[in-house]
């Protein structure tokens, strides 16, 4: 069974960075195409960047530029890297498979952009 374990989140002032991981138990090509997603409060959860197995990454407008989408087959993890974060990227942060899988959300990682 396929299991996503988020992390790296925490507390950082507007214009910092922060890397998020992802583990996948078990293979991670066996996901196909896999996407970060977060979910502000009050909002709906929304994809930020989506990584294809093969091919050129996509960035949702609101983070193009500034969060960049890496993945280390060897380790099966996903990473987020987000620089000159701003108050609005706050919110928690999760990653699945695209699309996703509604068994595979795990407890995410909150991000808090603030100063």
């Known amino acids: 069974q396929v299991r996503l374990v988020e992390s790296g989140g925490g507390w950082v002032q507007p214009g910092g960075s922060l890397r998020l991981s992802c583990v996948v138990s078990?293979?991670?090509?066996?996901?196909?195409?896999m996407g970060w997603y977060r979910q502000a409060p009050g909002k709906e959860r929304e994809l930020v960047a989506r990584?294809?197995?093969?091919?050129?990454?996509w960035y949702a407008d609101s983070v193009k530029g500034r969060f960049t989408s890496q993945k280390d087959a060897a380790k099966n993890t996903l990473y987020l890297q987000m620089n000159d974060l701003k108050p609005e990227d706050t919110a928690v942060y999760y990653c699945?498979?695209?699309?996703?899988?509604?068994?595979?959300w795990g407890q995410g990682t909150q991000v808090t952009v603030s100063s």
């Open positions: 990584r294809p197995l093969y091919g050129s990454p």
């Open positions: 078990g293979n991670i090509f066996s996901l196909g195409t």
């Open positions: 699945n498979s695209d699309p996703a899988n509604r068994d595979y």
